[in-house]
């Protein structure tokens, strides 16, 4: 009961930020400089995907941030060279509103963010929403509304997603 009346919450927060998301213009993207990748626990993803994407996209390793998220209390990943932040639901207060920790990582402008979930779920939709990105990409079985670039492909194809993922971020930088 306690997470029906959390998942109402997330979503009326969603389509409060989705408004602002829709409205806020999109300026010509000339380079990368940095990427943010929102991963969920349960998907078992070696980091090395996102550090050859990283160098093929011409980002530095030292500026790549992987949220992890999950419904536990204490999540683990096994990211060794790449920053990471930990977010649970259980993070949030009762109003859905984010730690100081996420609230001050929201705020960092990033030019690159990748949605690496394919469930519709209100969570990691509004942590995407909240992320301060000029370029978003996922997949197709997530919530449309919040990705620029849309991958119709399974995120297990590890080497399907790097190629489409470089060939679309390419157009939309016009190399």
Known sequence: MLNFFSNVILRYRFKKKIKGLVKQSKKTIKTLRSMVVILPQDHQIDEKVFIE?????????????????GKEKILKANFNLINTIFCS???LSILGNFSDEMNIFFKIKS????????QKDP????????CNSKLRIGFYNANLRINDIIL???PEKTDLFLSESKNYINAFLKK
């Open 53 to 69: 994407l990283s160098k093929d996209l011409n980002i530095s390793i030292k500026k790549i941030t992987i949220i992890v998220f």
């Open 89 to 91: 639901r259980k993070h």
């Open 111 to 118: 030019d690159l963010l990748i949605n690496y979930f394919t």
């Open 123 to 130: 969570f990691p939709e509004l942590i995407s929403i909240n």
């Open 152 to 154: 119709k492909i399974s």
